[in-house]
């Protein structure tokens, strides 16, 4: 197991985000997070990076407790993350944020950065453009990138997919498949329930800062609980991923509260082989 | 590497947003080579040295003595606003109490010159490392604050030093501390008419001339931090704090540093100031003067050096040479600085970094305000 968390507890001063989370990313898959807003996916992510700390609970990587390493060790010790709202370095260029992936590496980061200029053509071409002029498609390109510099064992993405063009989305995520397929394991948190799903070997489902379902991502994208609450109920796989995308953010913003609470939780979860959604 | 990031940075992508003449003395700049620079560096230098020059006097200041407004407000500001760069320029960080570590740095002359005999020479380095601690004691439990409450705590400082200062009797209490000595004087060294090293108290421009000198070494180690690991540290926590925790950036080392950095370029102030002015009291370092030197930086260009240097400048001395409007001097500068801020929000020579800074909507002053800035806490914020 590359990465536990177990029953993690976050506090915003009084207000509890994260109430017992736990969960397990294995080497070399994909896992998804998914929820509405307010769920605290984002905490759950911060909590790992180092950027909250927990109130109680632990949180292992690599077989070590890491839950009270700051978060700039944890880079090193191989968590890289794309921060949500793309965080990028406005004022730098984009060969500076790149470089300030690996700041805190000490060996030779030439094979990354080339690795990202060739995942991102993009980036390339505005190689030395101020990253806060680019469009927030670039700018999501950017944080990915700059992420994969610090050569992590584990890439967690915050809503890579949040205010983008579904062309766009369609993109990133296929881009985010090839990561995972060089060897990173990916720790994917979405609102776009139904696009992470079929990326996803597993899932978990977050809700008010509890974990309410987990499993294989092709039983959950079958699971009707989870579709009338996050994939737009019915609309049928046939849908093209645009307009899937569209009514999955639709679904969640009318999430019926009852049907999801109701899930109970499942404990353990499926392997890495569990497969993959066919949907692609 | 950095050089490389620099000239990459500044020749293409910046095009559309380049205009006016300033735009192109500072692309040529970019690319002029190195005799260039170190030309108009001299050149630079020389002209500080000839400021004092009697002939200025009239068009400069003709209300009051030209060669002591240029130590004092102008170069003290300069030297201060340059301090204040550090932490606000590079690392993003408002800061209202700057004075408080001037204060430290006068005072340490002050109390050991007078109390205990100690020269200028050995004090200097004396203040600049108690005013740099005392930025450590202030910044270590304060630093995790961001933004405003970053800003109300340091307002707190500034103001606990001068109270501090005022109720205690070994300091002086309220009527401060005067006969300090001068540096000591090491005659017969003459340029352009001056004694150069003759500190006494009819001629201020030898202090004058040490100011510039300090200024220079403060400029010089300021640049060099800026091209170097440490600032581009201090660039990544300016512009996405969290972003560069997560690169690795020990985010609260570097804040504590650019805190001490800043008040130990603060203390030097305030040992020269002490040593030429012989007296201190609590008066000389009110709120206000680190709202003034805030001004100074963010008028001329907050995390660039040339513009600093120039708002300081203007800041110090346009009241100075409007003396005669009496009251409505205050009326005017007021009136200057906020049409400076409705026509040129970024500062007069803005830093180019910063200016993409603020056109992707940070507001420039890196994460100033930022728990409710950055785009984490604001969805965290919008979410609930």
Known sequence: ?280 | MSENMKKSASTAGWRGALSGPLESVRTHWDRAPGWERWAVYVLLVVGALFLPYEGLAPIMSPESAWDTILFYPIGIYVLLALGLNVVIGYAGMLDLGYVAFWAIGAYTMATMAVKHGIGFWPLLPCGIVLAAVSGVILGAPTLRLRGDYLAIVTLGFGEIVRKVAENTNWLGGTRGINNIPHPPSHEGVWLFGVDLFTYKIRDARPYYYLLVAVIVVVIIFSKRLEASRIGRSWTAIREDEDAAEIMGVPTFKFKLLSFATGAAIGGAAGVVFAAKTSYVAPANFPFLLSATILAAVVLGGAGNIPGVVVGAFLVAWLPERFRGLADYRDLAFGAILVAMMIFRPEGLIPSRQRKAEMAEGGGGMGHMGAEVDTSGSEAEVGSR
């Open chain 1, 1 to 280: 197991m590359l990465l536990e968390l177990k029953d993690v507890h976050v506090h915003y001063g009084k207000i509890e985000a994260l109430k017992g989370v736990s969960l397990q990313v294995d080497e070399g898959e994909i896992v998804s997070l998914i929820g509405g807003n307010g769920a605290g996916k984002t905490t759950t992510l911060k909590t790992i990076s180092g950027l909250r700390s927990c109130s109680s609970g632990s949180v292992f990587f690599d077989g070590a407790d890491i839950g009270s390493m700051p978060g700039h060790k944890r880079v090193l010790a191989g968590i890289g993350q794309a921060p949500e709202g793309r965080g990028i370095f406005p004022g730098m260029s984009v060969h500076e944020n790149l470089l300030m992936g690996a700041y805190a590496r000490k060996d030779d980061h030439s094979k990354e950065l080339a690795e990202a200029y060739e995942l991102f053509p993009r980036l390339a071409e505005r190689r030395s453009q101020a990253a806060g002029t680019m469009s927030g498609g670039e700018q999501q390109m950017l944080a990915i990138g700059r992420a994969l510099l610090s050569k992590p064992k584990v890439l967690l993405l915050d809503e890579p997919s949040m205010g983008l063009a579904p062309m766009l989305v369609q993109q990133i995520f296929s881009i985010i498949e090839e990561i995972n397929r060089r060897g990173t394991t990916v720790l994917l948190v979405e609102q776009n329930a139904q696009q992470a799903l079929r990326l996803a070997d597993r899932a978990y489902v977050l809700e008010t800062g509890r974990i309410v379902r987990s499993a294989p991502a092709s039983e959950l994208l079958d699971d009707p609980q989870v579709r009338a609450a996050y994939l737009g109920g019915d609309v049928g796989d046939a849908a093209p991923a645009g307009a899937a995308a569209a009514e999955a953010e639709a679904g969640t913003v009318a999430l019926g509260k009852g049907e999801a609470a109701e899930t109970k939780p499942e404990a353990g979860g499926a392997g890495p082989e569990a497969g993959k959604a066919d949907g692609e």
